[in-house]
């Protein structure tokens, strides 16, 4: 792949969207260098150890690591001697929920010593739209001739080794020659047809992507609480709505909506119609209300005597299976019931944390448990075999039981 002494330089290699990819990419005959500021999880990597939940992810790595197309580095040198540079910073929110589009450029001005022309350089997270053209502007301005082209990654966080190599991928850029190529690069990493598009239709698809998700989630949290203000089942009502109904298979469970992209790319959508996204800011509100609602209920439920209770909240991470607490919303929980409650106990099975204890602790002590994160592992606990405690089950996790 052209005359560089490397193929492929992730910049930001060893974190949740990098390193399954340039996994990916190693296993698939691309020679593939990490770059991070991130020593330690560089040190696991380099001895095969993936620094956070992937299914596969150790094997995929070790194999990669024995085929000798995977290295990693913190020395940005490897930049220089690379054909493609894919960056994954993508753009975060503010506190008051705008796109904070800066850090790309940053990225770019801390490095740009080391870009060279002839080079392509690649957007995997997802961006403002605009943004991909915005820095292919700066490079120009830079006197830099550097072609970009925005590859959106579309998995799910934990499975992406898997999916990577069997979903279709997006390509887009701003020329045929850089489409044509990146095209070719990607290709050798899936079975599955790679589409092209122009950037900001890539762009939009991504951000249009986890802004349904988002709102399909929405849709479920608000029937479940209208369901619960009538004093009726919810799981019993959209069981009769699903079972063999076709059209209603796609209906999720109701439960926390968070992570690091469904509200922040929602919100990144509302800012670019100039804030007239209405589903989005609907959608937000219901997601992010959800804990409100449920410390509201237990304090009709109550009264006065939850300053009493000792609440236990079960999973602290954004969603089943993950280690990742990024904008989990059991956290938000945590902060209202340390006001409303007497005690407050977390514990989650993939999260290390000293401030967490065991599920068993939780069931021994508190008055009131939370399922936020139905990790499989907590089927296990038998809320029958608890009576004094109160179960609260979002999910229907505990059939028939919480």
Not at 97 to 118: A, H, T
Not at 324 to 353: G, P
Request: neutral net charge; aromatic residues 8%.
């Amino acid at each position: 792949m052209g005359e560089k002494k490397i193929d492929l330089c992730i910049i930001g290699g060893a974190g949740h969207v990098g390193l399954p990819f340039g996994v990916v990419c190693a296993n698939s005959g691309i020679k593939t260098v990490l770059l991070d500021i991130n020593k330690d999880a560089l040190e696991k990597i380099k001895h095969g150890v993936f620094p956070f939940k992937e299914r596969g992810g150790s094997e995929a790595l070790k194999a990669a690591l024995a085929k000798g197309t995977l290295s990693m580095t913190d020395s940005p040198d490897v930049i220089h001697d690379s054909s493609f540079v894919l960056i994954v910073i993508g753009t975060p929110v503010d506190e008051y929920l705008s796109p904070r589009s800066g850090d790309i450029i940053r990225i770019i001005d801390k490095y740009l010593d080391y870009f060279c022309d002839g080079q392509i350089v690649i957007l995997r997270s997802t961006v403002y739209p605009g943004i991909t053209e915005k820095v292919q502007h700066y490079f120009d301005k830079k006197n830099k001739k550097v072609r970009l082209s925005f590859c959106p990654e579309r998995v799910t966080q934990g499975y992406a080794i898997e999916e990577i190599k069997k979903l279709p991928q997006i390509v887009s850029a701003f020329d045929p020659e850089t489409l044509h190529k990146v095209t070719d690069l990607i290709q050798k990493t899936t079975s599955a047809r790679v589409i092209t598009t122009t950037p900001i239709e890539a762009e939009l698809a991504k951000l249009y992507t986890n802004a349904w998700r988002y709102i399909r989630f929405a849709v479920a949290n608000q029937f479940f609480v209208i369901a619960h203000e009538h004093g009726l089942d919810y799981n019993h009502i959209a069981q009769a709505m699903k079972e063999n109904y076709p059209r209603n298979q796609d209906l999720p469970s109701p439960g926390f909506a968070a992570g690091p992209c469904l509200l922040k790319d929602t919100m990144q959508l509302a800012a670019f119609t100039n804030n007239h996204f209405q589903l989005g800011h609907a959608a937000m509100l219901v997601n992010e209300g959800l804990v409100n609602y449920l410390m509201s209920s237990l304090k009709r439920t109550f009264s006065h005597d939850l300053k009493e209770k000792t609440l236990g909240i079960l999973g602290m991470a954004f969603k089943a299976g993950s280690d990742d607490h990024r904008d989990s919303l059991s956290y938000k929980l945590r902060k209202i019931a340390d006001v409303e409650c007497k005690q407050v106990f977390c514990t989650d099975v993939h999260i290390q944390n000293p401030a967490f204890v065991s599920v068993e602790h939780v069931l021994q002590n508190s008055d009131i448990i939370i399922l936020a994160t139905p990790h499989l592992e907590y089927q296990t606990v038998d809320p029958s075999q608890h009576p004094h405690i109160t179960f609260i089950d979002l999910w229907s996790f505990w059939p028939n039981n919480a």
